[in-house]
């Protein structure tokens, strides 16, 4: 992961000065992450460029579940070691926290000039390229964008979504830093640490003198605040200096449940329903629907599996399995499986949730999948949720064609996934109903589509 900024005009070794390192010593800097060097490849009257150098390592962001992805294999395999985002971005703030601040002992005179610098982020993930130009052009830069094939054995497949942008224009160094600093994970929503309140004051510190006046500034905040309404409203009011409402005051605890909790919710109504005594969560990830299940009554034994180990242990610490009261250690069992093959842990449930899992399989797997379930385990109901691919269009800059998670290997519409329900129970002696979770339109239904499976007697 590569960052660099050139200085060309008179003088440019006073670049060092600016950013507070020598241009004669490379340094080396320890992040939570791996480590970040920063050194100069070219150092002359007339043009001197710095280079900040992150050397991520996965199994460090895996085992401090910083960045780590979807459990599994994909907690060590994936970009995140390669492209520039907000692990660039923290970086910069720490290694060069003292020039964005505006401040330099030996050149304060040059902090406050614009200087012509140019900056080369290299493996920018930018699936939505037309937006690059929108971002960096009313700051008043020039851009250069260099794209590459997915594979130059096969050109058909299009170019990739990562590219190295050049940015060159007459600015100064601590308007540049901060530019980047916030606007590197504006491509890139994968941010590496929780999102919260402190978000904004970082965003408006960041921002201050540009991000008001600039013409994408709703969508700059939105991306940069991972979407999440409530602090994109505040951001923005905080910007636009008008006073909070007293609904935007009002306790998150207090508002409107998300997607994945009202989803979460349905399934355990479903399943409390079914009238059933036993339940397992089939690929249950960190446990979320597990811990809810566990609270219940109603449910004398409750399992779940999942094929990651690492996942499974989240899922112990989240739930705290330790300090769990006793009546409740006793009915939790959990352990590792896979949904394509057969294993008699799976048999003997009254119910089994299957809950945003399908779509993380090859379809050509799903067959195993339904033979397993239906065919060996045949539970009393079976509860499974998936995307509704049909409802995509309208999640803001999401690309035509593609999908809700780096991870699906499909996403269904509406019909595709009645008849494959209605397949099931054809084959395996099931009746279904098919549900709607989450507000949705007339035209394009709900975010997620349910299936209620329940034997035939």
Not at 68 to 91: E, H, I, Q
Not at 98 to 110: I, N, P, V, Y
Not at 345 to 363: L, T
Request: proline share 4%.
């Amino acid at each position: 992961m590569l960052l660099t900024i050139n200085y060309t005009g008179q003088k440019t070794q006073d670049l060092g000065y600016l950013l507070h390192k020598n241009p004669m010593r490379p340094q080396e800097f320890e992040l939570g992450y791996g480590k970040a060097y920063v050194f100069y490849p070219e150092v002359s009257d007339e043009s001197t460029t710095v280079a900040l150098l992150l050397d991520i390592n996965p199994i460090d962001l895996a085992r401090g579940k910083i960045g780590s992805t979807d459990g599994g294999l994909f907690d060590y395999v994936n970009d995140r070691p390669y492209v520039c985002s907000s692990f660039m971005s923290t970086a910069i703030s720490k290694v060069f926290g003292t020039a964005m601040s505006g401040r330099s002992k030996e050149r304060q005179e040059l902090v406050d000039i614009p200087l012509f610098l140019t900056a080369k982020i290299h493996m920018l993930f930018a699936p939505n390229q037309s937006m690059i130009p929108e971002i960096f052009e009313p700051l008043g830069y020039s851009i250069e964008v260099e794209t590459y094939l997915n594979d130059d054995k096969f050109p058909d497949w299009g170019n990739s979504n990562y590219v190295d942008l050049t940015l060159s224009g007459t600015v100064r160094l601590q308007d540049l830093l901060n530019h980047l600093y916030t606007l590197i994970p504006v491509f890139d929503s994968k941010k590496h640490y929780y999102i919260a309140n402190d978000e904004i004051e970082k965003l408006l510190s960041h921002g201050e003198g540009w991000l008001k006046e600039h013409p994408k500034c709703e969508y700059i905040t939105s991306r940069y605040l991972n979407r999440r309404r409530s602090l994109v409203n505040k951001a923005l009011l905080q910007l636009l200096d008008e006073p909070e409402s007293d609904e935007d005051k009002t306790d998150e605890k207090e508002k409107k449940p998300n997607l994945n909790q009202t989803r979460l919710k349905a399934v355990v109504d479903e399943a409390l329903s079914s009238g059933a005594r036993t339940v397992i969560d089939m690929g249950c990830g960190e446990g979320n629907l597990t811990r809810l299940l566990i609270k219940e009554k109603q449910f004398i034994k409750v399992a779940a599996f999942d094929v990651s180990f690492t996942s499974l242990e989240r899922a112990k610490s989240k739930m705290k399995v330790d300090k769990l009261h006793e009546t409740i250690q006793n009915k939790l069992d959990l352990f590792q499986g896979s949904l394509t093959y057969r294993d008699k842990r799976f048999e003997g449930f009254d119910c089994a949730c299957v809950v945003e899992v399908i779509e993380h399989m090859d379809e050509s797997r799903l067959s195993a999948f339904t033979q397993i379930l239906f065919g060996f385990s045949k539970p009393k109901a079976v509860i499974i949720t998936t995307p509704n691919a049909e409802y995509n269009i309208n999640y803001e800059n999401m690309e035509e064609n593609t999908f809700r998670h780096s991870d699906h290997r499909f996403e269904w519409d509406r019909v595709q996934f009645t008849n494959w329900a209605e397949d099931i129970c054809e084959k395996y002696g099931y009746k279904v109903e098919i549900k709607e979770i989450g507000d949705g339109d007339e035209e394009n239904g709900a975010p997620t589509q349910m299936g209620v499976f329940t034997l035939c007697e």
